[in-house]
């Protein structure tokens, strides 16, 4: 059956979503518990009932989806640091870093950071499989017509850009954070942070996270295009 758990950002839902307990939103996906004669997945809405056909459990789980605990503990042994917007803004200007920015292409192209390179990490459901359509049906379930999945090509398309070498500052829209705080004793995950941890498990070695986000950039008005 579909569970799904409350959510403050639509953009960082995916098919086996962020872990719960995180700051960030989540949608938690479970296999049909009914045998192979029956599988029947049911969605509730104020207006209709609907029938989803479910003749696929959930895939194997990603990397992107493992605990925020795991991913911030392996961020902090990799040695990723957090840097300002202006920081980042220096070292770009100063030692050639190269600005990572994984939101999404329709983002991407109303505003970026100059020589900032796109590749999202995730991106909209684009396959019609009964996993897949059982996802459109969660999504739609809390009024989001265009839900989306973890991009299975996010380190194919990255490599294809950057070497293990590149120095590297990962963005996205809000930022999240590794700091503690009294609210959240273990930060906050965000997509940046998760392509962060990817790049580090997949041998990149001078990786970077843009504390706050590129909402801080552009509320500070540094240069844009």
Not at 54 to 82: F, G, H, M, Y
């Amino acid at each position: 059956m579909l569970a799904a758990s409350s959510f403050t950002n639509p953009r960082l839902l995916t098919a086996a979503s962020l872990p719960s307990g995180t700051a960030s939103s989540s949608l938690v996906f479970k296999p049909c518990p009914f045998k192979p004669t029956s599988y029947r997945c049911f969605s509730h809405s104020a207006a209709s009932r609907l029938l989803v056909k479910c003749t696929a459990t959930k895939p194997a789980r990603s990397p992107a989806e493992e605990d925020w605990k795991i991913k911030r503990e392996v961020l902090l042994q990799k040695r990723v640091r957090s840097v300002d917007v202006k920081e980042a803004l220096r070292l770009q200007k100063e030692n050639n870093f190269v600005i990572l920015d994984v939101r999404p292409e329709a983002e991407f192209k109303e505003a970026h950071p100059p020589g900032a390179i796109n590749v999202q990490i995730y991106r909209l459901i684009k396959e019609w499989t009964p996993w897949d359509i059982a996802r459109r049906t969660a999504f739609l379930f809390f009024g989001i017509i265009s839900g989306t999945e973890e991009n299975p090509e996010f380190l194919q398309l990255v490599e294809s850009n950057l070497d293990k070498d590149a120095k590297i500052i990962v963005a996205c829209s809000s930022g999240g954070t590794m700091r503690p705080s009294q609210n959240l004793p273990e930060g906050q995950q965000s997509r940046s942070l998760i392509a962060a941890y990817l790049l580090v498990l997949n041998g990149y070695k001078n990786i970077f996270h843009l504390d706050g986000g590129l909402y801080s950039w552009f509320k500070e008005g540094l240069p844009s295009v």
